[in-house]
């Protein structure tokens, strides 16, 4: 995963024309139920911070990639979760688990956009949370103000820590 995460990275010194939509795709994947776990998503956004450090690429497209590709992506669990529900809690492996399931959807109804905010930085639930929310019941037009804030806040504060280490090598070495 590494050597992809490096090519990827790679790849975006060497076509700047692409940092926007590579920061998209990034935090998009991040977002989505099951890929995120295969795919070294966060360890490339943070990279890519790190190269932004080192004035290898711009800050300001690179955040800007990342918190779209943060909302687009929880924004599909999201549809996900409120349009295909049945098809959901019949998936197998959901299905094995309906009662918590259930659960989970009333939790997240009852904490709300708190939910969508916080559920930004649970990086293995990331996907399912967005799934679940959309499932309970949650308006889109109360989702999508929460899901923006909380993408924004993960997609600053992931990037600032590839900063912070890109800083650190560059002061140290």
């Known amino acids: 995963m590494q050597d992809l995460a490096q090519a990827i990275m790679g790849f975006v ?25 295969f795919f070294p ?7 890519l911070g790190a190269l932004a450090a080192s004035g290898d690429i ?6 800007g990639g990342a918190i779209a590709g943060a909302i687009a992506g929880s924004s599909l669990a999201w549809f ?25 959807a009333k ?8 939910a969508v905010v916080f559920g930004h930085f649970l990086a293995p639930l990331r996907g399912p949370v967005f799934l679940v929310i959309g499932m309970a019941g ?12 909380g993408a924004t806040i993960w997609a600053y504060v992931t990037l600032q820590i590839g ?5 650190l090598a560059i002061w140290i070495f």
């Open 13 to 37: 010194v060497a076509n700047p024309q692409w940092l926007l939509a590579m920061a998209f795709a990034m935090a998009a994947i991040e977002t989505m139920i099951v890929v995120s776990l």
């Open 41 to 47: 998503s966060t360890l490339i956004l943070v990279g």
């Open 58 to 63: 711009a800050f300001l497209p690179l955040l």
């Open 80 to 104: 996900l979760g409120h349009w295909c529900e049945d098809w959901v809690m019949n998936w197998k492996p959901v299905a094995r688990r309906r009662k918590e399931a259930k659960r989970l």
């Open 107 to 114: 939790r997240a109804r009852k904490y709300g956009i708190w």
């Open 138 to 149: 949650m308006a889109y037009r109360r989702f999508l103000p929460a899901t923006a804030l």
């Open 163 to 167: 900063q912070i280490g890109g800083w």
